[in-house]
Structures are given as structure tokens and as C-alpha cells.
């Protein structure tokens, strides 16, 4: 029960990574705002760790939406008074596009969500954090933050930029209470690719250059042991770090 009494949200929880780490968060005793785009799917994740005898609200948002953004943090300090860790996990892949296939359309939603949505959600939380000096912010960034070309162009931007923010940020407030760390997972088993409409046959070609080297796909829970580590005390002079958790994918 390492966050026992904590109040935690989580963007993207409804699937996938986010669920695990939602899940993992109750199981560890924080009270959880389950915040997605899709309200079945949260909803349900909700209704888990209530069977478990777990806390948690389901928040219906757009991280791409401030006025989403404003209304899903707003809605976690209502029902919990307060909040103390924020995990930014919801994200969409591109379909492997090189810079020559990339669309303004394209660039733009994925940066919107990933990036901007990210930075968005931190804001509004910060505020919270700057006020309690205390304060923990996670991003599920990728492997594809770290490493060149494990998605196309804009996927890839965006997860450097999840970084570079994420760096800044634990910079910035080290001295205010706040940690801002990074995990990068390497491929995991979810329903992110369910969204590609078609992979880019050029992308996909230079992509599997490499791919013979991953040992083999993570699971869900695995990243979210990560999570509770670092939302944890036990984490406390853990701050600006990136951790990559790729079954040594990246490790030649
Ligand atoms: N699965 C992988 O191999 C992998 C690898 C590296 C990084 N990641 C990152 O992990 C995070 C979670 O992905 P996942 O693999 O669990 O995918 P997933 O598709 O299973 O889950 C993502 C969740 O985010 C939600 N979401 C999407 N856009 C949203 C928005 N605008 N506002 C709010 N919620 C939104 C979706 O509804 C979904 O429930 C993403 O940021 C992804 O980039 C995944």
C-alpha cells in the first residue's frame, strides 16, 4: 500500500497501459480519477476497482481540449480534495509515416494529444502541486522518445517533446516538491495499433530494420509496476529521469 491516502489521475486509463497502471495505483491504496476519451471503456476500469473494494471516479475527457482538461481536474479535486500524482498515458500512434507522407491533418492531431494534450493537463495539475509543494507527474512517453525511428515522424516528435518537457518541468520545480519523470516502453501488448487505419509500407520497411531485435512484447502490468515505483515515496530523489522498460530492446 505504498500510496495509501494518495489521490491519483490517469489520462488514456480506459485501455491499455493506463488501465494497468489505474488498476496497480487502487490496488496500492491512491484513490484514482480513471480519465479517457471513451467513457465504456473508463467506466469499466472504474467499475474493476470498485469490485476490488478500491476508490475511483471516472473523468470523461479530451486531453487535446482545455476546457476538457479544466473540467476532468476540476472534477478529481471535488470529489477527492485534492490530488497528488499525475500520470499522462493517453497517446495515439501515427501509421509510421515518414516526413514525406506527412500531413499537416496528421502532425497536428497526433502533437495535439500527445504533446499539447500533455502539457495542457500538467499545467491545470501544477497549479494544485505548486500550492500543496508536493507533487508527482509521470509521462508514459516511448521507446520512440529515446530512439530515431521506432514510429514515423510525428509519433516520434511528439514522445521527444513528451521528454523534453517532462525534463524541464522537474528542472524547473525541484525545489517546490514536484518530480517529474518519463517512462519509455518499448512495444506492449494494447489496443493502440487498433486505431492505425493502414501502415506506411515505406515507414513500416525502415521500422522492421530494427525490429529482430526486441526480445519480445511487454505486458501492461509490467509498465505500471514502473508507475507505482515512481509515484511512490520510495521514488522520492527520483526526478527528470527518463526510464526505458523494453525488455532490453534499446540495450545493444
Ligand atoms: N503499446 C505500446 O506498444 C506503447 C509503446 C510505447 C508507448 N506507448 C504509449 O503508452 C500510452 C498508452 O497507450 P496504450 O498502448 O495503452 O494504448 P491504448 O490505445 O490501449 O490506450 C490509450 C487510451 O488513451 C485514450 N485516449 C486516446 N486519445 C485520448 C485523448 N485525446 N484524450 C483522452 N484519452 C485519450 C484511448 O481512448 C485509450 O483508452 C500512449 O501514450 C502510448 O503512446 C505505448
Excluded at 507522407?101 to 495535439?112: A, F, G, H, M, Q
Excluded at 529482430?212 to 520510495?234: H, K, Y
Amino acid at each position: 500500500m505504498t500510496l495509501l491516502g494518495k489521490v491519483a489521475l490517469v489520462t488514456g486509463a480506459g485501455s491499455g497501459i493506463g488501465r494497468a497502471i489505474a488498476l496497480r495505483f487502487a490496488e496500492d491504496g491512491a484513490k484514482v480519477v480513471v480519465a479517457d476519451i471513451k467513457p465504456d471503456t473508463a467506466q469499466a476500469v472504474v467499475e474493476e476497482i470498485k469490485a476490488k473494494g478500491g476508490e475511483a471516479i471516472l473523468a470523461v475527457c479530451n486531453i487535446a481540449k482545455e476546457e476538457d482538461v479544466q473540467a476532468m481536474v476540476d472534477a478529481a479535486i471535488n470529489e477527492f480534495g485534492t490530488l497528488d500524482i499525475l500520470v499522462n498515458n493517453a497517446g495515439i500512434m501515427d501509421n509510421f509515416e515518414p516526413l514525406h507522407e506527412v500531413t499537416d491533418e496528421l502532425w497536428e492531431r497526433i502533437l495535439s494529444v500527445n504533446t499539447t494534450g500533455t502539457m495542457r493537463v500538467t499545467r491545470k495539475a501544477l497549479a494544485i502541486f505548486l500550492e500543496k509543494k508536493q507533487g508527482c507527474i509521470i509521462n508514459v512517453a516511448s521507446v520512440a522518445g529515446v530512439e530515431g525511428a521506432r514510429a514515423g515522424a510525428a509519433y516520434t516528435t511528439s514522445k521527444h517533446a513528451m521528454i523534453g518537457f517532462a525534463r524541464n518541468t522537474a528542472f524547473m520545480y525541484a525545489n517546490s516538491g514536484i518530480r517529474c519523470n518519463v517512462i519509455a516502453p518499448g512495444g506492449v501488448e494494447t489496443n493502440i495499433l487498433a486505431g492505425m487505419s493502414r501502415a506506411s509500407e515505406f515507414g513500416m520497411g525502415r521500422i522492421q530494420v530494427g525490429m529482430p531485435l526486441n526480445p519480445r512484447m511487454g505486458q501492461p502490468e509490467e509498465i505500471a509496476g514502473v508507475a507505482t515505483f515512481l509515484a511512490s515515496d520510495d521514488a522520492s530523489y527520483v526526478n527528470g529521469a527518463v526510464i526505458v522498460v523494453n525488455g532490453g530492446f534499446t540495450a545493444y
